[in-house]
């Protein structure tokens, strides 16, 4: 079994920092893409995904948040600067995850960690 759990959600003012973390466990041969993504009633699904050293971001984020991993962790972060009300939302870990004996990657996700931005 192959679990994602994400932490560092909590509240934040506007203009603020938070910084998210994901680590993968369980039997895992390797990973492939990780990444958040957000999806806050009434909006825009907002993607942020990071492979092979290449990173993409939905333009509501760009210049703000920052994706990052540890390999050697299994551990995806996100760098959220210059927090906006609108970026509240549950921020969702997803890894395309190789486990032994598989031919191909699977998708997993984690539960979630709410981020709260107040004016």
């Known amino acids: 079994q192959v679990q994602l759990v994400e932490s560092g959600g909590g509240l934040a003012q506007a203009g603020g ?3 998210l973390s994901c680590t993968a466990s369980g039997s895992i041969s390797s990973i492939g893409a990780m990444g958040w993504y957000r999806q806050a009633p009434g ?57 032994p004996g598989d031919a191909y990657g699977r998708n997993y996700w984690g539960k979630g960690t709410l981020v709260t931005v107040s004016e």
Do not use: W
């Open 43 to 99: 909006k825009e699904l907002v993607v942020m995904i990071t492979h092979d050293n290449i990173t993409n971001y939905a333009d509501s984020v760009k210049g703000r948040f920052t994706i990052s991993r540890d390999n050697a962790k299994n551990t995806v972060y996100l760098q959220m600067n210059s927090l906006k009300p609108e970026d509240t939302a549950v921020y969702y870990c997803g890894a395309n995850v190789y486990v």
């Open 17 to 19: 920092s938070l910084r």
